[in-house]
């Protein structure tokens, strides 16, 4: 028979095996989570810009239909960004250069996002993220980026690319999900030719692509959020979607790597307005290194 004294000591033993073994547990948790949940270093957090928003504090501002984000080009408009235009329609007289010359033109945009989750309510809505050369003020667009739309109160995630202005493709075989880490990067080969890709950081796929564009004129370079258009040019209503962040923003210009803010070329805002001035969507002034900036819903 057990006396109390030996009874108190193999209970005091097994309950100190017990914690013993739960902070075994414990640690060993933790230490997977920590792995498990780390997110690429060079993707920064998306955090929301309060509105009403100080257009002074993001330098010189345009307004367009349908886009929010930053544009550097060496033939910025006065005051507000056309939406692009038409197929067939021209550029604008006394813009643009050969775009078989290798000087005063864009070869080369890029930058990282995390794809934004979109909230969905009765409506359709629809929104896309990219990175492209052109559309300022001429009728071409080279882009590569995600779309975040909602059908039917339900959200569609899917990765996409355009030589504008021939459609858009939808890319089936490329996954997007909200949260994934994204790389995008247009480039321009010569002879008209350029080459496209899309990497998601998070699952590992890389799509490339290379198409032929002789019309470009390749005198801006673009970070957006958009509110699609339809097949009529009429602007659709913008997806609700969570502050979108982007990342390691660069551009090739005569030749030389640029942020968006030490550009040889001038860089603007983009505030997205309605024709009644209200505002859809709005960037965040550029972080301190010139390469980042968020862009926030406000209204569809």
Known sequence: MLTENTRFVIDHRLKMAIIATILIVLAGAC?????????????????????PLSYGSLGRVL???????????????????????????????GIGNNP????????????????????CGTADTYSAVWVGIDGETDGTVE???TGADCSKGQPDY????????????????????????V?????????????????????????KVSRTNLRALRQS?????????????????????????????????????????????????LVMENTSGKVRAYPSPLGTNGTSFSVDWHAS
């Not at 000087?103 to 909230?119: E, F, I, K, L, R």
């Not at 899917?158 to 880490?181: C, H, K, M, T």
């Not at 790389?183 to 796929?205: E, H, M």
């Open 31 to 51: 230490s997977t989570v920590s792995v498990s949940i780390s997110a690429p270093q060079s993707v920064a957090v998306s955090t929301a810009t309060p509105f």
């Open 63 to 93: 307004t367009s239909d349908n886009w929010a984000g930053y544009v550097v080009s060496n033939n910025l408009p006065g005051q507000s960004l056309p939406r692009r235009q038409r197929p067939g329609q021209r550029p604008p007289s």
């Open 100 to 119: 078989g010359s290798n000087s005063g033109v864009v070869s080369d945009v890029q930058a990282q996002w995390v794809v934004p989750t979109v909230t």
């Open 143 to 145: 882009q590569v980026g």
């Open 158 to 181: 899917y990765a996409w690319f355009e030589i504008f202005p021939r459609p858009s493709q939808d890319l089936s075989q490329f996954v997007v999900n909200p949260g994934d880490s």
């Open 183 to 207: 790389s995008a990067d247009v480039q321009y080969g010569g002879a008209g030719v350029f080459n496209l890709t899309l990497q998601d950081l998070t699952t590992k796929q890389v799509f």
């Open 221 to 269: 370079a673009e970070w957006v959020v958009e509110a699609p258009a339809n097949q009529n040019n009429q602007v659709l209503p913008l997806a609700d979607f969570s502050p979108t962040t982007f990342s390691q923003a660069q551009a090739t210009i005569n030749d030389q790597r640029c942020a968006i803010a030490q550009c040889a070329w001038s860089h603007s805002a």
